[in-house]
């Protein structure tokens, strides 16, 4: 902004050359509430056009966030509309914004007028589609949770999430050691050499290859978006149940900013807990540079006993991380960004008890503490050659997580099994797209990733522990992939793509004794397969508010070296292929109500899943060839214009139809029996795919209100059925769990920049047995994993 003749204020933000119009493309937009002269700034500099705001009071005045999937035309249009201005268009990619003309009004008989066309907002943008297709032309289930709403009420983990979605289910051994599972594909509770079943992401890179989810803070995000079912065409091995992508808020050069919360909680039966967190947007270099700064600890409260330890509540967790962003814009249209993301956690013991046993306690006489340590660094680039869209994301991962299992024997003396999983991975990914407004455009894209993973195991008296065998894993993929949508008809888009991955798989056994070193030659010599995964949908609009979807999608998990006993051995790669129709009306939570229903039919190959072998260790083998079949529905409603309500229900209904003969003295108890008898007794054992309910229901409803001036109250209330499930495969791990409700309540009352909160997790206080393996040495026979009990927190936040 400069001044011309010391009263009127102007802004000019030069456009790129482009072979096509900046105007004719459809824009990410995701501006901050500021004033005007602050969004056209900010939106000149995305689109790469010139704006000017000669009225130096209009260039101030305060306008709400605009978010969006929008060309520059509409985005300028909700601008001007917000701030009672008028756009002019002044020559090729060029407006200006001009106050609207005060009109003298005068007596007149009654004059009826139209009223003003309602503010319809813009369409959700499904970032992950690698292409910014907004909602509307996205064909196939998918969710976004505003990072606002998970925040609410003090940040947390991955449990916020699951929380609010039926579609996404989670292992409880705790934080930093889960599995996360979308859609029913499921394997097993407890950390091996699989890959995960479900893609996590930040931003355009994935957060980890073979390792738990590493359960970051949701702080100081833009959204969570969720794709369901399988995404190996754009994402590859790992994303056979679907996608969760953590969405960043960017550094933003124009303005400074920031945030703080602190809270406090209290644990029924339990220990107190402490959490904070820190947020600041510091520009460096005005609409240039900027780094954002994130910064967030917590201690979680315990509520499990030890009476041989003479302890209670011994499962205390503490978390410490953030994340830091610099932004700089280096050409008109072009950008680098650098991101750096630390986390660790600290679990001073497990968080199991005695089935039997005095409630929230656990007889046994060693600590089961582990330790999880993430950090990931990113270099972003992206530009566009006109109407081309480029973005280049390069990045270092690792990830580490240690663990303590007790092995006591029955009236033998005290056993500790110790677990470490070392990760490294190296991955690139670069695209380039061009999107149309009307949902056409394609994608093609190159990816390399090189992923190394070393399992280690320990054995033995507590501080006395010896190594046994281990494994290492690597892999690496380089891969080539495409899509292109097409609008053959006014109401009918289809899309097709394909992914070409080589993956080049190697591994050997660590701390092997020396007499079965020679036979392990083979097993661990380097191969190499070439995978190919097509894709296409269907998206038919079958009136303005009803649209249909058709979509085919496979995805894999690379194959590995597994442990069993002294001995180090190979399972396959597993597959999946999902048909899959939906059906769905409305904006979710901007019209007045929305819907969606989706059914969907999988086929599972050479399933990879974790059992109990001869020495009492976690091993995974191929245990087979499954179906399952999956219905969704999900609704919201605005009733009145302070209350919302929601509701969602997933059933899944999976089978084992073809148990692999391979493992068959292993999974039906390690007793020889006749094969044929055996299949039988396997083959009802795996009647349900581990570890995912058969039914999950979950009800909401949040209500708004202004209480005058700048205050506000939200209340946001929610309950989680959770149906009962099989904690793994066979006679051991076959044990049901499940079946509870949960429920969670949060009030904030604002004012102004201020806000206090309250909430309430855990409402009835259930106890319930979560999905999860505390120890394999003892099973799921003597074990449960309770909810945390009723826990009351009490925050306050401020912004700045």
Do not use: C
Not at 435 to 449: Q, T, V
Not at 454 to 480: H, K, S, W
């Amino acid at each position: 902004m400069k001044l011309l003749g010391g009263t009127v204020a102007a802004f000019l933000v030069a456009a790129a050359s482009a072979a096509a119009p900046a105007a004719a493309e459809v824009l990410t937009v995701d501006l901050p509430a500021g004033s005007v002269g602050q969004q056209v700034m900010a939106l000149g500099r995305i689109a790469r056009v010139s704006v000017v705001v000669p009225d130096g009071p209009l260039w101030a005045r305060a306008v709400p966030a605009l978010r969006g999937a929008l060309r520059v035309e509409a985005a300028l249009a909700l601008i001007a509309r917000r701030a009672d201005a008028r756009v002019e268009s002044v020559g090729p990619n060029s407006w200006r914004l001009v106050p609207k003309p005060r009109v003298r009004v005068t007596p007149q008989p009654l004059v009826l007028r139209s009223p003003p066309p309602p503010d319809t907002g813009a369409d959700i943008v499904v970032t992950a589609s690698k292409r910014d297709t907004i909602r509307g032309n996205f064909a196939g289930q998918f969710a976004r949770v505003a990072g606002s709403d998970l925040e609410f009420g003090g940040a947390g983990g991955t449990e916020r999430l699951a929380d609010r979605l039926t579609s996404v289910a989670s292992t409880h051994l705790g934080a930093g050691r889960n599995k996360l599972f979308i859609r029913g594909i499921a394997d097993s509770s407890f950390t091996g050499p699989t890959q995960a079943t479900v893609g996590q992401y930040f931003g355009d890179l994935r957060l980890s290859y073979n390792a738990p989810d590493p359960d970051l803070r949701l702080a100081d995000l833009a959204a969570v978006e969720i794709l369901e079912g399988p995404q190996g065409t754009l994402y590859g091995a790992g994303s056979l149940g679907g996608l969760i992508r953590l969405v960043p808020n960017a550094p933003d050069p124009s303005r400074f900013a920031g945030s703080a919360i602190l809270g406090g909680s209290a644990t029924t039966h339990g220990a107190s807990g402490i959490d904070t967190q820190l947020v600041a947007n510091v520009p460096i270099v005005p609409d240039r540079l900027a780094i954002r700064i994130v910064a967030n600890a917590a201690s979680e409260g315990g509520y499990i006993d030890k009476p041989l330890l003479d302890r209670t509540d011994v499962n205390r967790t503490r978390i410490h991380g953030g994340r830091a962003a610099a932004y700089l814009d280096i050409a008109p249209g072009w950008s680098v960004e650098l991101i750096g993301i630390g986390q660790r956690i600290l679990g001073a013991d497990s968080q199991y008890a005695d089935h039997d046993g005095r409630p929230l306690s656990r007889s046994a006489p060693v600590t089961e503490g582990f330790a999880a340590d993430f950090g990931q660094m990113q270099f972003v680039l992206a530009g566009a050659f006109g109407d081309i869209r480029f973005r280049s994301t390069s990045g270092i991962t690792a990830h580490d997580l240690m663990e303590r299992y007790d092995a006591t024997a029955p009236d033998g003396p005290p056993r500790l099994f110790a677990q470490a999983n070392r990760t490294r991975m190296q991955a690139n990914e670069t695209r380039i797209w061009s999107s149309r407004g009307d949902g056409s455009g394609w994608l093609a894209g190159f990816s390399h990733i090189h992923n190394r993973t070393r399992l280690t195991r320990l054995y033995g008296a507590p501080g006395a522990l010896q190594p046994t065998t281990g494994v290492v894993n690597g892999i690496t993929e380089t891969t080539v992939y495409g899509e292109d949508s097409l609008r053959l008809l006014p109401g009918l888009l289809t899309t097709g793509g394909v992914r070409v991955t080589r993956s080049v798989l190697d591994g050997e056994g660590a701390d092997v004794t020396q007499r079965i070193t020679l036979a392990q030659l083979a097993m661990t010599a380097e191969r190499a397969q070439t995978i190919v995964l097509p894709s296409a949908s269907a998206l038919v609009d079958l009136t303005p508010r009803v649209q249909m979807f058709l979509r085919y999608q496979q995805g894999f998990r690379p194959g590995g070296l597994a442990i069993e006993g002294d001995f180090v051995r190979r399972f396959r790669n597993d597959r999946v292929a999902t048909i899959e129709a939906g059906l769905r009306t409305g904006r979710p939570g901007s019209d007045r109500f929305d819907g969606a229903l989706t059914l969907a039919h999988t086929s599972w190959r050479d399933i990879q899943a974790d059992f109990i072998d001869g020495s009492g260790l976690p091993s995974t083998a191929n245990i087979g060839d499954g179906v399952l079949w999956t219905i969704e529905a999900a609704a919201s409603a605005r009733v009145t214009g302070t209350l919302r309500i929601d509701g969602a229900v997933s059933y899944n209904d999976s089978r084992i139809d073809e148990p692999s003969s391979v493992r068959l003295f292993d999974l039906v108890g390690g007793y020889a029996v006749d094969p044929v008898v055996a299949r039988a007794q396997l083959a009802a054992r795996l009647s349900q795919i581990p570890n995912i309910a058969r039914v999950t229901a979950r009800a909401g409803a949040v209500y708004r209100r202004q209480l005058g001036g700048t205050k506000d109250l939200r209340i946001d209330g929610w309950v989680r059925y959770v149906g009962s499930s099989r904690l793994g495969v066979g006679p051991v791990l076959g044990q049901s769990q499940g079946s509870y409700l949960d429920s969670g309540i949060t009030a904030r009352l604002g004012l102004g920049r201020l806000g206090l909160t309250a909430g309430l997790t855990n409402v009835a206080d259930v106890r319930g047995n979560r999905f999860a393996l505390g120890t394999p040495f003892t099973t799921g026979r003597d074990q449960v994993t309770p909810l945390r009990p009723r826990t009351l927190r009490i925050g306050i936040d401020a912004a700045f």
